[in-house]
Each structure stands twice: as C-alpha cells, then as structure tokens.
C-alpha cells in the first residue's frame, strides 16, 4: 500500500511562489499533482514519468511556464514548485501516484494512490 503526505501549503500574495512536497511510503514511478478549486472539479496539474519517452513531464496549460515538477528518489519525494502564482491557483492540491508498470503516467492517467490534500491560497 503506497501511502503520500504533502506539505509545503499555505498562503501567499499572488506573483508569490510556493513549493509543495510529497512524500511516498515506497518509490512509485509515475507521480502527479492535481488540484480542486472551491466549487471545480479536480483537476490534473503536472505529471512525471521517469520511465515514458526517457523521462517526459506533462503540465495543465494553466501552469505551463509557472509550475515545476521534480522528484528526489531518495527520499521517494516528488514536488512543485509554484511560481508567479494566480489568485485562480487557489485550491487544495492533492498528490496522486500509480506504480503499476504500463499504467498511463499522463494529465489522463488513473492515479491509485492519493495523498490527503493541503490548502494553497494565493491573494490578489
């Protein structure tokens, strides 16, 4: 069972910047950051794959040019950095994984394995 904590959340004027981590019990290859806006639908953000294409990261148009995802396999920890950050970046932003060799490791993916979510607001 692969369990994911995240940390890093909080609040921030908008053009700040944030970073969010998330910790997995286990390595997992494919990991993702979503997030659900008050009164959306969750939404996929960024996604890496180590394993795709050499190693591809995909983002949501949105945060394109803005976030960054990256990974430390040391510490089995994935995270995004958050930069030039919008009041319409506000949400709770959840960390998502899937380790099953095949599995589609993109924005369309069916993740497995999710964290609790944490807060992000961003002020104007």
């Known amino acids: 069972q692969v369990q994911l904590v995240e940390s890093g959340g909080g609040s921030v004027q908008a053009e700040g910047s944030l970073r969010l981590s998330c910790q997995s019990s286990i390595y997992t290859y494919c990991m993702a950051w979503f997030r659900q806006a008050p009164g959306k639908e969750r939404e996929a953000v960024a996604v890496?794959?180590?394993?795709?294409?050499?190693?591809?990261?995909t983002y949501a148009e949105s945060v394109k040019a803005r976030f960054t995802i990256s990974r430390d396999d040391a510490k089995n920890t994935v995270y995004l950095q958050m930069n030039s950050l919008k009041p319409e970046d506000t949400g709770i932003y959840y960390c998502?994984?899937?380790?099953?060799?095949?599995?589609?490791?993109?924005?369309?993916?069916?993740?497995?394995?999710w964290g609790q979510g944490i807060q992000v607001t961003v002020s104007s």
């Open positions: 998502a994984a899937v380790n099953k060799l095949g599995s589609r490791c993109d924005l369309g993916g069916n993740f497995r394995y």
């Open positions: 890496d794959d180590p394993i795709g294409g050499g190693g591809r990261k």
